[in-house]
């Protein structure tokens, strides 16, 4: 079982490139997220999507879009890509509310 | 503000070390506490889901157990293959998202 794949497992961007990290999962979940994790700030959550056809701003959205493209599927996407945004990128699905999230293996991403 | 605390940062034990983590949380009508484990380079992987005061749940050598304000993740007698950042989460208040502490990374040495 795949069950989360996101890709690109790693990029690196010079400021003001734009990129699309992408993220799958096979395991037929209505819900999917997109975490952010850098050094001794923990999880922090980016966009999250309830079910498809929605989605939301988390904790720490600015200058980041989403897309939820179908069930299967969920994009981050950076417009125009900054230092501060050096960072690895989880995608996460869950089943529904409250059930227990299943986590990509990250998207390592450095901003130049 | 939901908010999500782990202790100790860092914890090195010996092999054989018995110890436990904490994590402390203020949401308010918890919904669900969440344990999972992370491995450098990997994606956080599901330990445990605690849903009420009292209740306990074992795995291996972890157990977790949850108060109305707390959770202690308790290691027994530790291997050198625990030694992993292990992390804590709660849903927030609407119950969209789970909010993550910033764990508590664990070295054991044998």
């Known amino acids: 079982n795949a069950g989360v794949t996101q890709t690109p497992k790693f990029q690196v961007l010079k400021t003001g490139q734009s990129m699309t990290l992408q993220c799958a999962q096979d395991m037929n979940h209505n819900s999917m997220y997109w975490y952010q994790q850098d050094p001794g700030m923990g999880l922090r959550l980016i966009y999250y999507?309830?079910?498809?056809?929605?989605?939301d701003k988390g904790e720490v959205p600015n200058g980041y879009n989403v897309s939820r493209l179908n069930k299967r599927e969920f994009s981050l996407r950076l417009e125009s890509a900054a230092p501060s945004q050096t960072s690895v990128y989880f995608c996460?699905?869950?089943?529904?509310?409250?059930?227990?999230?299943?986590f990509g293996e990250g998207s390592r991403l450095t901003v130049l | 503000e939901d908010q999500v605390t782990q202790s100790p940062e860092a914890l090195r034990l010996q092999e054989g070390e018995s110890s436990s983590l904490n994590c402390s949380y203020t949401v308010s009508g918890l919904r669900g506490l969440f344990w999972y484990r992370q491995d450098p380079g990997k994606g956080p992987e599901f330990l445990f889901t605690?849903?009420?005061a009292g209740e306990e749940k074992e795995k291996e050598r972890l157990k977790a157990t949850l108060t109305k304000k707390e959770s202690f993740l308790h290691i027994t007698a530790p291997k050198p293959e625990d030694s992993a950042t292990y992390l804590c989460a709660v849903p927030n208040q609407a119950g969209t998202a789970l909010i993550f502490g910033k764990g508590t990374t664990l070295s054991v040495s044998s």
């Open positions: 605690l849903y009420s």
């Open positions: 996460a699905s869950t089943g529904g509310p409250g059930g227990e999230l299943f």
């Open positions: 999507s309830a079910s498809e056809g929605t989605t």
